[in-house]
Each structure stands twice: as structure tokens, then as C-alpha cells.
């Protein structure tokens, strides 16, 4: 069955050091994966797709066949990261499961 | 364009009772998803519409159903409360073709006693 795991609850760093939120995911055939993050008091939304291999707010995330993982990266992170952040995968083409999330810290 | 409109956004009932939410899509949105947020779960799928018809549901007991309008707008109603249903219930619409993205609401803060 699919799954999205998100093995940290809460990720914790300093202003300037680099950050990787990590996503795994059970699926069988070729996923497309996404990130979607909540800022305090904001909506979820969507931060990125694996399928447009874009830069987010210098966020990147690598589709990772071998590992099945999906992990969220950025070189340097900013205290406006702080926010909660979800791995999703769809599911019977239609609808997106989600992981539990993980909440990133950026200290200054 | 306005965006997902969730009403009420916090609401406190108590157990036994049971409860209405009700969301407005964006418009021209024709899929409509409802999720239920905790701390300790993340977001649980709950159900999806489209085009007035229930295409998925998730793993919740009957309790909780829903049901979507002509015009998209959706509610989901959930009965006999627990305390255990006390949560964020979020609605998201989407375009009629699956692309990932999808609208969140701000959500209906639920409160058991």
C-alpha cells in the first residue's frame, strides 16, 4: 500500500546552516511526490513538486528510486522557514495521502 | 479569486452531539477533499467529491460523511462526537484534473468536551 513517512516530528537548526527534511515513501510504480508547508497562522500549500525539478524559496527535492525517498533540502536556512512541512503522495491517481509532517525550527 | 472559504472556523460541541462544516471551493474547482489534521497523525485523508459524487474515502468510521452541491460547495458532517474527533478539518479544492495541487481552506477548528 502507499505510504509517506516522515521519521522527524521536529527539526531544529541555526540561521545559515543547511537543512534536510527527510520523506519516505512506499509505492509501486513511478511516483510523483510533492512538499507542501504550512506557515504559522497561514494555509497549507503547495512548496513544490518533484515533476518541475524547481527551486522554491531555495528549497530543492530529489526523487530518490533506490532509497524511495524524497528528501527536502536547502543549502541555508532562513528564520521564514520556520513552518510545518508535509511530504504527499498521491494515491489511486486521485487523491493525496500525506505524511505526518515534520515542524522545522530555524533559530537566529 | 477567493479562496476556499470554510465555515465556522471554531466551533466547540460536546460529545454525543453531532456537527456540520461546510466548505466553499474555489471557483471553478469541481473536486473537493476533506482532511482531518492532529499533532500526532498529520493530516488523514477523509473524502473526496467530485461532481457531486463520492470518488474516495478514507479509513474513517460512518460517523463521518459528507456529501457535495450542484455549485461544488461541499459539507461533511460528523455524528455522535467523540472526544477523539476534536481536531482541524480542512477542505481543499482542486481542478477536475488530478494534478497534486491542492487548495487548502483554513480549516474548522472542532472541539469536543
Known amino acids: 500500500a502507499q505510504r509517506v513517512t516522515q521519521p522527524e516530528k521536529l527539526l531544529s537548526v541555526f540561521k545559515g546552516a543547511p537543512v534536510e527534511l527527510k520523506c519516505n515513501y512506499s509505492?509501486?510504480?513511478?511516483?510523483?511526490l510533492f512538499w507542501y508547508v504550512q506557515y504559522s497562522r497561514q494555509r497549507l500549500q503547495l512548496l513544490l513538486r518533484?515533476?518541475s525539478r524547481e527551486s522554491i524559496k531555495g528549497f530543492t527535492a530529489d526523487l530518490n528510486k533506490g532509497e524511495t525517498s524524497f528528501h527536502l533540502k536547502k543549502p541555508f536556512a532562513q528564520e521564514e522557514d520556520s513552518a510545518m512541512y508535509y511530504c504527499?503522495?498521491?494515491?489511486?491517481?486521485?487523491?493525496?495521502?500525506f505524511g505526518t509532517g515534520t515542524r522545522l525550527q530555524v533559530f537566529p | 479569486k477567493a479562496g476556499v472559504t470554510q465555515t465556522p472556523r471554531y466551533l466547540i460541541k460536546t460529545r454525543g452531539q453531532q456537527v456540520t462544516l461546510s466548505c466553499s471551493p474555489i471557483?471553478?474547482?469541481?473536486?473537493v477533499s476533506w482532511y482531518q489534521q492532529t499533532p500526532g497523525q498529520g493530516l488523514q485523508f477523509l473524502f473526496e467529491?467530485?461532481?457531486?459524487?463520492?470518488?474516495n474515502k478514507g479509513n474513517f468510521p460512518g460517523r463521518f460523511s459528507g456529501r457535495q452541491f450542484s455549485n461544488s460547495r461541499s459539507e461533511m458532517n460528523v455524528s455522535t462526537l467523540e472526544l477523539g474527533d476534536s481536531a482541524l478539518y480542512l477542505c481543499?479544492?482542486?481542478?477536475?484534473?488530478?494534478?497534486?495541487?491542492?487548495?487548502f481552506g483554513e480549516g474548522s477548528r472542532l472541539t469536543v468536551l
Open positions: 481543499a479544492s482542486s481542478l477536475e484534473t488530478f494534478t497534486g495541487e491542492l487548495f
Open positions: 509505492y509501486s510504480g513511478s511516483p510523483e
Open positions: 518533484h515533476i
Open positions: 504527499a503522495l498521491p494515491y489511486n491517481t486521485d487523491k493525496l495521502i
Open positions: 471557483s471553478g474547482h469541481r473536486s
Open positions: 467529491y467530485f461532481s457531486e459524487t463520492q470518488r
